[in-house]
């Protein structure tokens, strides 16, 4: 079954960095296109980074715009956040979403990192 595991969050001080990964199985990794999600509980799920199945483009939300770069390694089936000065308000549970290039097909989700900046 398909499987995306998030990894790298944790507590960080205003300022610092984190680099976020989500392993992913059982899909064929180069056929969706990847995202980050953050949300806090009773809040809407916010996109964060979004990148294209090859990798060679990505976008960002404008609140992590210059702070954050998004990229992925086919080879290894895993997509990762690099996440600098980091922000109180960057405090959410991260999230990575897969999304087929076919029409009609599942997306999937992670089960998500917990991100704490605060000093």
């Known amino acids: 079954q398909v499987q995306l595991v998030e990894s790298g969050g944790g507590l960080v001080e205003p300022g610092g960095s984190l680099r976020l990964s989500c392993a992913a199985s059982?899909?064929?990794?180069?056929?969706?296109?990847m995202s980050w999600y953050r949300q806090v509980s009773g809040k809407e799920r916010e996109l964060v980074a979004a990148?294209?199945?090859?990798?060679?483009?990505?976008n960002y939300a404008d609140s992590v715009k210059g702070r954050c770069t998004m990229s992925r390694n086919n080879a290894k089936n895993t997509i990762y956040l690099q996440m600098t000065r980091l922000k109180p308000e960057d405090t959410d549970v991260y999230y990575c979403?897969?999304?087929?290039?076919?029409?009609?097909?599942?997306?999937?989700w992670g089960q998500g990192t917990q991100v704490t900046v605060s000093s």
């Open positions: 979403n897969a999304v087929s290039l076919w029409p009609g097909a599942n997306d999937y």
């Open positions: 059982g899909l064929t990794f180069n056929s969706y296109a």
């Open positions: 990148i294209t199945s090859t990798g060679g483009s990505a």
